[in-house]
């Protein structure tokens, strides 16, 4: 009885310890620059990538913003008019761009309507400021 009890002491253990490890690594802390966030980039990070384009930058600090949702693509807008779908992202130099912002699919329909299944990216360049 007394090993079962350890044993279960012993699993419950490294359970809390792998849950510590788990939400320290998870980018609580601030370890972005200023008004960045799980769907913003900010010009500070996109200093780091001068030689990429928005779409490479976006695989490098944002990968979850590509990820297709049941086949649907995210749609792109700069500068608040409608630019087509993320492969048009190759054409914008990172270093040309304030901020990029990713919007859910009922974000982003809410604000431009149907076609927006997959969501949406929104970027505003350095020169619309």
Request: include cysteine; charged fraction near 20%.
């Amino acid at each position: 009885m007394r090993s079962h009890k350890s044993r279960i002491s012993m699993v419950f253990a490294l359970a809390l310890a792998f849950g510590l490890v788990g939400c320290a690594s998870a980018g609580g802390g601030g370890s972005r620059p200023a008004g960045s966030s799980m769907t913003r980039i900010v010009r500070a990070e996109l200093a780091e990538l001068p030689e990429m384009n928005a779409l490479q930058a976006i695989e490098r600090l944002r990968p979850r913003w590509l990820q297709s949702r049941a086949g649907d693509v995210v749609q792109l807008y700069v500068d608040g008019s409608r630019r087509g779908n993320v492969a048009d992202l190759q054409s914008i130099r990172a270093i040309e761009i304030e901020q990029m912002e990713y919007m859910s699919a009922s974000d982003a329909t809410t604000r431009y309507g149907t076609g927006h299944a997959g969501g949406a990216i929104l970027v505003s360049s350095r020169r619309s400021r």
